[in-house]
């Protein structure tokens, strides 16, 4: 069907046009690339619009599809680099609490009793954990930075939980697309601070360089089963997680695990011995132990910008203040034992203990040393 007022253009082009921007449009939506477009002619132009105009000069055609070609070009490129990103290492919490993990493995068993299929898809027991971050670090360059990162997050933390311990507990089942299932973490006041560490951790990682994160966003979860572990069951018709499997223990209290530890592991690398994952390094969590830490909790109540109470907005700022001031203190005492040593009777003293027993030569040339010249 012809459109009115096409003009000197057929149908069919119109169609094509239209056909073209149409998938064109699609596929910069779903490489969510849409702001890349804002500035190009044709964006704002609605297809009926564009199939009307007659007197379009043949330059701004081809510089239409030029700019297409180009975005293509540009939506191609992130999706390169988003199918590069493949996450190879992460930050755990690993569970330690014998009463979650007896729990886990009851459900586990309960669950291969009714298909022993499933015995291949179980997490083992030495692995559990709370993913807390995961990144790609591709070589051992990236990996002693992702150690760095580590280590410089630990004082965040401790100042995020300020001297308290976080304790998660853990009830009930869910799953993600019946694929994965998990123990759910409890609703309470540690969602917060764990939630916080997490957003922390990502910063300080991708501060550093470092590709780290999800697009999705974070909720914390214990997995017991995966399918994915077993792509074979696909085959033998066991295509998700059926709910009636674990409907017993929906909402079971498997117990609270309180979080000592944060390691950075891989997800490749041989696993130890006791079954859990390749270790490249870990920090431990619990009190304001730390160096840093001690300094904070000596500045604290000095700094104007941490009001009482509350936790400090640009938390890395407030400990460089609070590790200045710390110089300066030392600063201060390596003055006060410069100008003792500058003193006439400390030059004497000491050239009495260096050059008593001495020659009277090496006693006179020990009374030209210069002590000002030396110590200024």
């Known amino acids: 069907m012809e459109r009115p007022g096409a003009g000197g253009m057929e149908s069919s082009e119109c169609e094509n046009v239209s056909k073209e921007k149409g998938a064109f449009e699609e596929e910069e939506f779903e490489a969510s690339a849409m702001d890349s477009l804002i500035d190009m002619p044709f964006a704002t132009v609605d297809i009926q619009d564009e199939c009307a105009i007659t007197d379009v000069p043949h330059i701004n055609l081809e510089r239409s599809k030029e700019n297409e070609r180009i975005s ?11 199918k590069d ?8 919490i690993p569970i330690t609490n014998k009463e979650i993990t007896r729990g886990i493995k009851i459900l586990q068993n309960a669950i291969i009793q009714q298909d022993k299929q499933l015995a291949k898809a179980m997490i083992s027991d030495g692995s559990f954990h709370i993913t807390l971050l995961v990144m790609q670090l591709l070589n051992e360059e990236e990996v002693n930075i992702g150690i760095g990162a580590l280590l410089e997050l630990k004082p965040f933390i401790e100042e995020i939980l300020q001297g308290e311990q976080l304790i998660l507990p853990f009830q009930g ?4 697309g019946n694929q994965v299932g998990f123990v759910k973490l409890a609703e309470g006041d540690h969602i917060n601070p764990l939630l916080e560490i997490a957003e922390t951790a990502k910063r300080t990682f991708q501060e550093k360089g470092i590709l780290a994160g999800e697009n999705r966003g974070f909720k914390p979860h214990l997995t017991f089963m995966k399918l994915s572990k077993a792509p074979w069951l696909r085959k033998k018709g066991v295509k998700k997680i059926d709910p009636e499997f674990y409907e017993k223990f929906i909402s079971h209290r498997f117990g609270e695990e309180m979080v000592h530890r944060i390691d950075l592991c891989s997800m490749l690398k041989k696993k130890q011995s006791n079954g859990y994952y390749h270790c490249e390094s870990s920090i431990v969590i619990g009190g304001l132990e730390s160096p840093s830490s001690t300094i904070l909790q000596r500045y604290r109540k000095d700094i104007p910008s941490w009001p009482s109470g509350k936790k400090p907005i640009g938390f890395r700022d407030l400990i ?13 005492k390596v ?6 040593l500058l003193k006439p009777e400390t030059q004497a003293r000491i050239r009495r203990e260096l050059f008593e027993g001495r020659s009277v030569n090496n006693s006179n040339q020990g009374n030209q040393v210069d002590f000002g010249a030396t110590l200024t």
């Open 72 to 82: 293509k070009n540009q939506i191609k490129k992130k999706k390169k680099k988003q």
């Open 85 to 92: 990103y493949q996450p190879n290492y992460f930050l755990s």
């Open 173 to 176: 089942i869910d799953t993600f």
């Open 335 to 340: 003055k006060q034992i410069k100008e003792l």
């Open 320 to 332: 460089n203040e609070a590790l200045r001031r710390e110089r300066m203190g030392l600063k201060s």
